[in-house]
């Protein structure tokens, strides 16, 4: 079982930036694929980004290229999200899983073991 635990969240006004952190708890993260995904008050849960086990290949979601890096630190057991540029579309709970699918995917139901989520305030 792998527990996760994000953080970095908070307010920040359009064009700022945050980094969000996800730390792994109970497995190697060096073991998985791993994604972010958004979920807006009244909206469905969408991909953001998502990193290979070696860190090599990345897929990201339109709204987010190029204002958007992810990337992983196995040896400290966490994954980043470099977040620049901010929109106040890109406003929600922002959650980190495991990929279980080992592809990348931007499927929701390709991941499992979600954490509680960080909320991210973009102010216009």
């Known amino acids: 079982q792998v527990q996760l635990v994000e953080s970095g969240g908070g307010l920040v006004q359009t064009g700022g930036s945050l980094r969000l952190s996800c730390v792994a708890r109970?497995?190697?993260?060096?073991?998985?694929?791993m994604g972010w995904f958004r979920q807006a008050p009244g909206k469905e849960r969408e991909f953001v980004a998502a990193?290979?086990?070696?860190?090599?290949?990345?897929n990201y979601a339109d709204s987010v290229k190029g204002r958007f890096t992810i990337s992983r630190d196995n040896a400290k057991n966490t994954v980043f999200l470099q977040m620049n540029s901010l929109k106040p579309e890109d406003t929600a709970v922002y959650y980190c899983a495991v990929d279980q699918s080992m592809g990348v995917s931007g499927r929701p139901y390709d991941y499992n073991f979600w954490g509680q989520g960080t909320q991210v305030t973009v102010s216009s």
């Open positions: 109970g497995r190697a993260l060096n073991m998985y694929d």
């Open positions: 990193i290979s086990r070696s860190g090599r290949s990345t």
